[in-house]
C-alpha cells in the first residue's frame, strides 16, 4: 500500500472487483468504469480518495480509493484498498431483495412437456376438430 500511483485495471484486479486483469481492462475499454466522473481507460492512474464508479452484473457500485496494490492479495487486505459508499450499498441491498422477491422464472410454466398421454389427446383433437369438408 504506498502512495505511488497505481494502473485502474491492476487496481480493480487487486482489489478482487475482477477476476482477472483482463476482464478488468476489458470492462474499462468498453467504457463501464469511470474514475471522478469520467469514463477511464484501464491504463489511467488512480491515486488514493479518487471515487470508480463499476458495474458488476446488474449492480452499479460507487468505491473511494483508500489505499493502492499492485498485487493480488488476500480479500481482507483487498477490502481495506476501498470503501464502498452508503448509496451504492443501499443500492445494491436493495436489488438484492429485489431479486429474492422476484418470482422464479421457471413458476410461471404450469406444466411441463405434455406427457404421451397428452399428445395423444391433443392430436384427437386435431383430428375431430373444424375443417373445411364439415360445411
Do not use: C, H
Not at 26 to 40: F, K, L, T
Request: net charge positive; proline share 4%; hydrophobic share 40%.
Amino acid at each position: 500500500m504506498s502512495d505511488a500511483r497505481v494502473r485502474l485495471d491492476k487496481w480493480l484486479w487487486a482489489a478482487r472487483f475482477y477476476k482477472t486483469r483482463a476482464m478488468a481492462a476489458d470492462e474499462a475499454g468498453r467504457g463501464r468504469i469511470s474514475v471522478n466522473g469520467q469514463v477511464a481507460k484501464a491504463s489511467r492512474e488512480i491515486k488514493p480518495a479518487d471515487v470508480v464508479l463499476l458495474r458488476q452484473g446488474p449492480v452499479q457500485r460507487t468505491v473511494v480509493v483508500r489505499g493502492l496494490s499492485p498485487v493480488r492479495g488476500p480479500a481482507t487486505v483487498a477490502q481495506a484498498l476501498y470503501e464502498e459508499t452508503a448509496e451504492s450499498l443501499a443500492a445494491r441491498q436493495l436489488a438484492a431483495e429485489a431479486r429474492r422477491l422476484a418470482a422464479e422464472p421457471a413458476g410461471t410454466i404450469e406444466q411441463g412437456r405434455p406427457t404421451k398421454r397428452d399428445r395423444r389427446k391433443l392430436a384427437d383433437w386435431q383430428r375431430w376438430s373444424a375443417s373445411a369438408d364439415d360445411a
